[in-house]
């Protein structure tokens, strides 16, 4: 069974430090990773993804996320946070064979001016 | 830019009542899924399908849940008989394939039951 890890509910950074928002996950084999984020009211907007290859993946917004297979990690970061960087973040993971995506509890992050 | 798009925004309805939600996948998208969220909580897989059946479902999805693609641009999700707990966001994605295939998310339609 395939599941996922977001250790923080709530990440609050200050305006143009750098942010990250922690993913950990576990599956059988090697996994599909994802990152979304959800603002209020909205549907679930695609940031990144790993699929293969890099270990740093570069997204929308100026997101990346690192792909770390021993720490089963894939953490989302930002260098330099806006305040419209405000949202929820869902980490996913599905596996080789499948369609279905596994969602962590989603991080709420907080960017103050 | 091609997006996934959902009606209602916003359903209410009495418990035991059957209520469609439908879902315009983008076009060219092969196939289709439907999460839910219940509100303060995580997302939740459905159910997906492809080439007009179900390839992998939850336990969620029981026999008061069905899907159909009725004419080849809509794909609905039907409860026949809401309750109480049915009360979530659903949403309905879709994907050219499987596995590291991006999943496109429409705007959820909110479903209340009361």
């Known amino acids: 069974a395939q599941s996922v890890a977001q250790p923080e509910d709530q990440v609050n950074v200050a305006e143009g430090n750098p942010l990250t928002v922690k993913c950990t996950y576990s599956?059988?084999?090697?996994?599909?990773l994802f990152w979304y984020v959800q603002y209020p009211n909205r549907g679930l907007q695609f940031l990144l993804k790993?699929?293969?290859?890099?270990?740093l993946v570069k997204g929308s917004y100026g997101f990346e996320a690192e792909f770390n297979k021993s720490q089963t990690s894939f953490h989302l970061k930002k260098p330099s946070a806006l305040v419209s960087d405000s949202a929820l973040y869902f980490c996913?993971?599905?596996?080789?064979?499948?369609?279905?995506?596994?969602f962590g509890d989603g991080t709420t992050l907080t960017v103050k001016p | 830019e091609p997006e996934v798009t959902q009606t209602p925004s916003h359903q209410v309805t009495q418990m035991g009542q059957e209520v469609i939600l439908r879902c315009v996948p983008i076009?060219?998208?092969?196939?289709f899924y439907w999460y839910r969220q219940i509100l303060g909580q995580k997302v939740e897989f459905l159910v997906s399908?492809?080439?007009?059946?179900?390839?992998?479902k939850s336990e969620i999805f029981d026999d008061q849940f069905s899907v159909e693609r009725p004419d080849g641009s809509n794909f609905t999700l039907k409860i026949r008989s809401t309750k109480l707990e049915d009360s979530a966001m659903y949403f309905c994605?879709?994907?050219?394939?499987?596995?590291?295939?991006?999943?496109?998310f429409g705007p959820g339609t909110r479903l209340l039951v009361l």
């Open positions: 994605a879709s994907s050219l394939g499987e596995g590291g295939e991006t999943q496109y």
């Open positions: 599956v059988s084999g090697n996994p599909y």
């Open positions: 790993y699929i293969t290859g890099d270990n």
């Open positions: 996913a993971v599905r596996d080789r064979g499948g369609g279905k995506s596994t």
């Open positions: 076009s060219n998208h092969l196939y």
């Open positions: 399908f492809y080439n007009n059946e179900i390839s992998e």
